[in-house]
């Protein structure tokens, strides 16, 4: 199914970021891109939400750990909110946030919050070209493969322990 | 399990759009209709060529009849253009609207991606995304606001005023602001208009004292919006009124105070004959000034300097109108939608230093001529020069401050025809050589073209050439004491020097100064260069993003009267049609609050901008406003026990969608779920 | 306050009274000049007209050792260069080593080979600019012991000091040598051709068009009422001065007007001997020592 | 095809036009175009903005010298981006620019004019398109083959290469003012050459040789 996968990228592998994009502006302005075919790179996908400040941290997370390499929030300029201040409180959580992966070992590009009011469909395409190009350096982040190796390990634990308490109770 | 129209799980019918070949040029879309079939709950994948199309919605709408569908998903284009073309076409198939989710692949993917493989990919990940997301979607009901029948109009230029006037005929009570003492604009300062040459004022001061006259306008002029709050059908807006120090219920306009004012002559440049007159203290821009009140300048007023002037103005004026202690106002008004008309500025010539535009006395810009060729202007028509001379040549330069990546990229509009305009009334009032130095004549409108062939056979001297300089360095004895304008001549591949009495340059229109805040108050978007942004390039052109605000003239872009006009009569009717309508449609993507997990904990209560939440102390739960949220679900990010929830953003709906973006291969979700919200 | 110094080649030759004169002003202002080790022409507008990268490696390798002095005990010392096309083929391959990756790499590289590894920090300067904007017109003002009172100054700028880069003044309407010449007492007249071009090396080469760029610079001067014409570049210097016979010869003008250095006409002002300014190099001699004359009183 | 070479370089300026010596086809067709010298030039010019003129002809005014040029830079630019190779790289046009970048700084486009014309200038000498005994592209070789020589410039002995190389006897016209600078110690012959030639050499021989010319 999915294996009409893109054939570029020298080993195969593309990065996958996962784009959260506020109605008003960015997602406007990623409209504008496209209407003013301004072509990039194909690596974003794009979730819309009403207000970045609609972001609940877990989405982020929740993004990482089912495989994302990277993960963008577009959200108006500050002062430019559709709501008064949601970005603001975006920020603040972005920033919380940022300082968590980096305690996690998640490198910091692959986390990028950018402002891109609805005029600014030529910084779509340079937000979303550099991004990649940054996680691309980066490599794959392969959470979900961690897991399953943690997970592994864990059961393997659990049988030599449950194995143990045979032996003993044998 | 989420509640379905009469089935328990979800149907999907899945439909992708090929929209002539600018998605189909780009993305498999067969591939994309063969994969969606895979899906799991797809009952119905199909592509066709134009889903927007009343075929492509019948499609839809006989499917989910014939394959009892209750879940409906296109792949076409934004869903900021056609997700209400498509919410209502899985109506009329019996389903309730919201039951439908868009996924865009074209502004998103076959526009913006070049590789086939590439884009196709990308679209198969949304499309996965899309048919998970939809299986969480609810039943929901649409939101209905009132709509408050007053209107407010900010700026009474031509189009301001024509906005108001059509609202008010209309029997809608209309409030029209002007932040200057009269209204009337920049149209006001044009002596005649192309390409008819009628004289602006005799169309223009009709509508304006109608305005004045007409019971259903009030105006506010010398006053400014300073607040506005609330949202479609319901604003709360505040307005300065700055003092005049004349009371406009009291003052006639006989202008006798101007006479008896202790200066005799006026000494500070005249802001409506552009610094070429001077005006006293006490003045009215122009005879015909709506409304026909005086105001006192108290920069200027030796009683405010000094508090030692003899008030000659106030012994003359018989009915006291003058008043020294006049203070700012505030005044705080309700309507229901706002139509913005805060016009342009004429681009500032000395940015292009070349033009000796502040260097030397006879260059002159488009709008100062304007006024000098004017029967009631400075010089009462005569065309004559800063230095005393009647010009025998004169050169006029298009383009300063337009098309030039220097300033101002855009080409302005109405450059071309003003100045055809001005190079006639120029040769009218002094039978002089009239050159015109053009890159392109733009003359596309009604009588446009013919007005240029006319201007031909006047025998004016066009010339294709941008100009590069203006100087006084005359190379010849018949160059002395003219301004030599240095031209390549492109049609004939000369360079030109043509010694010239005057320099009139064609300024171009740029945004007000204060554009960007004035978005800011209202809530709206800018383009790029700084010109109120509309909803739609096309089919939009007069709406913003926020509903209820409408744009209309030159704050959207350079136009020129007519368009204006029209322009103005559209933000008219947009405005009507909602009051009409009594109500709008609102998204019900308000929040809400899941009262079980609440622990009032309140940090939910100052988050939002709008104060929709409030504590309800009796139950210790919050509680949220529906019509005073605007679903921004900021609240919802914040709830740290999860009780908050948004409509058509719902957490299962959001993460469902990042599940079906990423997961490539199925079932890697080991793990993963350890950070799922509780759901 | 002390600069790294770039004479280039024509300092060395026909520009010498101009590298006497800079020389004797800054040691008059206790401002320091260390010469660029081992400095190598900086390629000037002939050498791009053949290999471009090239002519930046060749430019780039002064940029280099600049900044290698600088890293050797002349931190923060800026790299002065008064001649023109110096000034800006350095400048102008500082820009396009930031701005082309192209050009970037492959100088970059060169470098090395070199034994250079150029970071890219150096700051290219001209003496005007030093002076205006660095040391100062109050602190050159207070120096000074010969106002310039009568002189009737047409202040040229020529083409590559402001173009294209405007690093420190208008493309089209420079106004620092006239501020400067007016804090010494003198008074510099407005005139439309401060920047335009002498043609450059046309005079050597099609002389019949940079001859006449040349008188048209210098007729305007003299119509404006100029006593003398100030510039900041060897070449211009050079095709005004040199060649004003000639212009008179071959267009029966009877153009007679001095052309010195700005730097030159500052040195009298502060006093310092002809010879160390180079006066006697000229060929138009100035006559500073005489009294202003009484139509120069008139108009000051 | 080859066009004639364009009128000697001893400019007479008359407000006359020229009288048509030979007749010029003015016909001319696409095959005879290089559709690709646009772009070609653009890329080595930093100038892609040059595809974006909109033929204004502010270059041509601001120019001190287009009134000797027999193109105007405006045409110039047009006649690039239409691929008028020959007619462009024969021009006189490229040889007068002066390098002042007045045109430069005024280009409504932002088009980097002064660079276009260095660009064709490399195209020019690199092809051999000009003739021989311009001295603009001699005095250009001289001056670069002295550089790599010495790493410095010796101007004496450039202008007598100049000479000798162009029109000799223009030397005996220069000797008067060649004599006066040496009176004035503004000229010498000894020979400027800096110390780390081989360093140098060895850098500048690295880059490897811009190939301007495209195959045709």
């Given amino acids: 199914m999915a294996s009409t996968g893109m054939k570029q990228g020298t080993n195969g592998w593309e990065p996958r970021i996962v784009a959260f994009f506020c109605n008003w502006c960015t997602y406007t302005a990623a409209d504008l891109a496209g209407v003013s075919r301004l072509r990039h790179a194909p690596n974003a996908r794009v979730i819309r939400v009403m207000c970045s400040g609609r972001l609940d941290p877990q989405f982020v997370l929740d993004a990482f750990a089912r495989g994302a390499d990277g993960v963008l929030v577009g959200g108006c300029h500050p002062g430019d909110c559709h709501y008064m201040e949601g970005n603001y409180k975006a920020l603040r959580r972005v920033r919380l946030l940022q300082r968590m992966m980096k305690d996690m070992g998640i490198h910091e590009d692959r986390f990028r919050l950018e402002w891109i009011s609805a005029s600014e469909g030529e910084k779509v395409k340079t937000t979303i070209n550099t991004m990649t190009e940054r996680v691309r350096a980066l490599g794959p982040l392969g959470l979900p493969e961690r897991f399953a190796e943690w997970d592994e390990e864990m059961d393997g634990l659990a049988h030599a322990i449950a194995a143990q308490e045979e032996a003993v109770h044998a | 399990m989420p509640e379905t129209n009469g089935h328990d799980a979800p149907r999907v019918g899945f439909y992708v759009c090929h929209c002539g070949h600018n998605i189909a040029g780009i993305v498999d879309v067969a591939e994309v209709a063969r994969f969606a079939g895979t899906l799991p709950n797809v ?36 869903p900021l253009l056609h997700e209400h073309t498509f919410r209502v076409a899985t109506e009329k198939g019996g389903l309730n609207p919201f039951y439908f989710q868009m996924v865009n692949i074209r502004e998103d993917v076959s526009w913006v991606t070049e590789n086939h493989d590439a884009a196709t990919h990308k679209a198969l990940d949304l499309v996965r995304a899309a048919v998970r997301r939809v299986a969480h979607h609810r039943s929901l009901a649409t939101k209905h606001v009132r709509i408050h029948p007053d209107v407010l109009v900010v700026g009474a230029g031509i189009s301001g005023i024509h906005a108001a006037l059509t609202l008010a005929n209309a029997g809608k009570k209309v409030t029209l602001v002007e932040r200057e003492p009269t209204i009337g604009g920049h149209m006001a300062m044009f002596d005649k208009t192309f390409p008819t040459l009628d004289c602006a004022a005799c169309i223009l001061t009709p509508k304006m004292s109608a305005v004045k006259n007409h ?42 105070c101007i006479d008896a004012c202790v200066y005799k002559e006026g000494k500070t440049p005249d802001e409506f004959n552009q610094g070429l007159s001077k005006r006293k203290p006490v003045y009215i821009p122009f005879p015909q000034a709506t409304p026909q009140v005086v105001l006192i300048d108290p920069d200027t007023c030796i009683e405010f300097k000094s508090g030692r002037c003899k008030k000659t103005c106030v012994e003359k004026c018989d009915r006291n109108a003058i008043d020294f202690k006049q203070k700012e106002e ?67 330069i298009h383009c300063v401050g337009s098309r030039d990546r220097n300033t101002n990229r855009w080409c302005s509009r109405t450059c071309c025809m003003y100045s055809l305009k001005l190079a006639h009334l120029l040769k009218e009032h002094s039978e002089a050589e009239v050159y015109n130095f053009y890159i392109d004549i733009r003359a596309a409108g009604k009588a446009y073209e013919e007005f240029y062939d006319k201007l031909l056979e006047e025998n004016i001297h066009f010339i294709r050439g941008r100009v590069a300089e203006v100087t006084d360095w005359s190379a010849r004895p018949e160059e002395e004491g003219k301004m ?27 945004p007000q100064a204060d554009s960007q805040d004035v978005r800011r108050m209202f809530n709206i978007s800018c383009s790029t260069e700084g010109f109120f942004l509309e909803r739609h390039p096309k089919l939009a052109p007069v709406d913003t993003f926020t509903d209820g605000i409408f744009i209309a003239g030159a704050c959207q872009g350079p136009k020129d009267i007519p368009d204006s006009v029209a322009q103005a009569g559209a933000a008219a009717a947009q405005a009507l049609s909602l009051i009409d309508a009594g109500e709008v449609e609102l998204e019900p993507n308000t929040a809400y609050v899941v009262e079980e997990s609440c622990s009032g904990c309140k940090s939910c209560l100052n988050i939002c901008p709008y104060t929709a939440i409030t504590r309800d102390e009796t139950r210790q739960k919050a509680f949220i406003n529906e019509a005073l949220c605007k679903g921004c679900g900021t609240c919802v990010a914040t709830c740290p026990s999860g009780a908050i929830r948004q409509n058509l953003f719902e957490d299962e709906q959001i993460f469902s969608e990042i599940e079906g973006l990423l997961q490539e291969k199925e079932s890697v979700l080991t793990g993963g779920g350890a950070w799922r919200a509780p759901a | 306050m002390s600069y790294l110094y770039f004479p280039g080649c024509s300092l060395r030759s026909t520009g010498r009274p101009y590298e006497e004169s800079i020389l004797a002003v800054f040691r008059k202002l206790n401002i320091p000049l260390k010469e660029l080790d081992d400095w190598n022409c900086c390629g000037a507008t002939a050498y791009v007209s053949i290999d471009e990268n090239r002519a930046f490696t060749l430019a780039a390798r002064n940029l280099a050792i600049a900044e290698r002095m600088q890293n050797n005990g002349n931190a923060g010392e800026d790299l002065m260069a008064p001649c023109s096309a110096c000034y800006l083929v350095l400048e102008k391959t500082q820009h396009y080593m930031k701005t082309d990756e192209g050009v970037n790499t492959e100088v970059t590289a060169a470098l090395r080979r070199g034994g250079f590894d150029y970071k890219g920090t150096t700051k290219v300067r001209h003496p005007l600019d030093i002076l205006v904007n660095d040391i100062g017109i109050e602190r050159i003002a207070k120096a000074v012991v010969r106002p310039m009172k009568g002189m009737k100054v047409a202040c040229y700028y020529g083409c590559q000091v402001v173009r294209p880069f405007e690093t420190f003044d ?20 407005d005139w439309p051709m401060k920047a335009r071009c002498c043609g450059g090396s046309l005079t050597g080469t099609i002389q019949e068009a940079g001859l006449r760029l040349n008188r048209a610079l210098l007729k305007e001067a003299e119509k404006r009422g100029a006593n003398i014409i100030l510039t900041c570049c060897p070449l211009c210097q050079h095709n005004l001065e040199c060649y004003q016979k000639r212009i008179n010869r071959r267009f029966g003008e009877s153009i007679h007007i001095p052309v010195a250095y700005f730097t030159q006409f500052i040195g009298l002002a502060l006093g310092i001997p002809r010879k160390e300014l180079g006066i006697q190099r000229l060929f138009i001699p100035l006559k500073f020592a005489d009294p202003p004359t009484k139509e120069a009183h008139a108009h000051a | 095809m080859k066009l004639p070479t364009p009128p000697a370089l001893r400019t007479t300026v008359t407000n006359s036009p020229p009288r048509m010596k030979t007749v010029v086809r003015r016909l001319k067709f696409e095959s005879e175009l290089d559709l690709s010298f646009g772009e070609h030039v653009a890329e080595r010019a930093y100038g892609q903005k040059l595809l974006s003129c909109i033929q204004c002809g502010t270059c041509s005014a601001t120019c001190p010298l287009s009134h000797y040029m027999d193109y105007t830079p405006r045409k110039i630019i047009a006649m690039t981006r239409e691929g008028f190779k020959d007619e462009v790289l024969n021009s006189l046009t490229i040889w007068l620019c002066a390098s002042c970048y007045a045109c430069t700084v005024q280009c409504p486009r932002q088009i980097h004019i002064t660079d276009v014309m260095y660009a064709l200038k490399r195209e020019a000498i690199a092809r051999g398109f000009y003739p021989a005994r311009n001295p603009i592209p001699v005095l250009a070789k001289a001056f670069y083959e002295r550089v790599r020589h010495d790493g410095r410039n010796t101007e004496s002995r450039l202008l007598i290469t100049l000479y000798l190389r162009t029109n000799p006897f223009k030397m005996l016209k220069e000797a008067m003012l060649g004599l006066h600078l040496f009176l004035t110690g503004r000229l010498s012959l000894k020979k400027e050459k800096i110390k780390g030639m081989k360093e140098l050499r060895k850098m500048i021989d690295s880059v490897e040789p811009r190939k301007e010319a495209v195959p045709l």
């Fill in chain 2, 484 to 510: 030599i304008i240095r031209v390549e001549d492109t049609l004939i591949g000369v360079v030109r020097r043509v010694p010239v009495d005057m320099v009139v340059l064609a300024v171009g229109m740029e």
């Fill in chain 3, 170 to 189: 208008h493309a089209a309407y420079p106004t620092t040598m006239d501020r400067l010449v007016t804090a010494l007492g003198a008074t510099a007249i």
């Fill in chain 2, 330 to 396: 505030i005044k705080e008004i309700q309507v229901g939608t706002i139509i913005l008309a805060t016009g342009f500025k004429t681009f500032d010539p000395k940015r292009i230093p070349y033009y000796g535009y502040g260097k030397y006395p006879n260059v002159y810009s488009s709008l100062e001529v304007e006024r000098l060729v004017n029967a009631s202007g400075p010089t009462g028509g005569d065309l004559v020069l800063r230095d005393g001379r009647h010009p025998k040549t004169v050169g006029i």
């Fill in chain 2, 215 to 256: 019971p259903n306008i009030t105006l506010w002029s010398y006053s400014e919006v300073s607040e506005v709050s609330g949202y479609v059908g319901s604003y709360t807006v505040k307005v300065k009124r700055k003092p005049r120090f004349v009371s406009e219920e009291l003052c006639v306009g006989c202008m006798e």
């Fill in chain 2, 43 to 78: 009952i119905v994948a199909r592509d066709y060529k134009y889903m927007c199309s009343d075929p492509g919605q019948e499609l839809i709408i006989t499917d989910i009849r014939e394959h009892r569908l209750n879940r409906i998903v296109v792949a076409s284009c934004s």
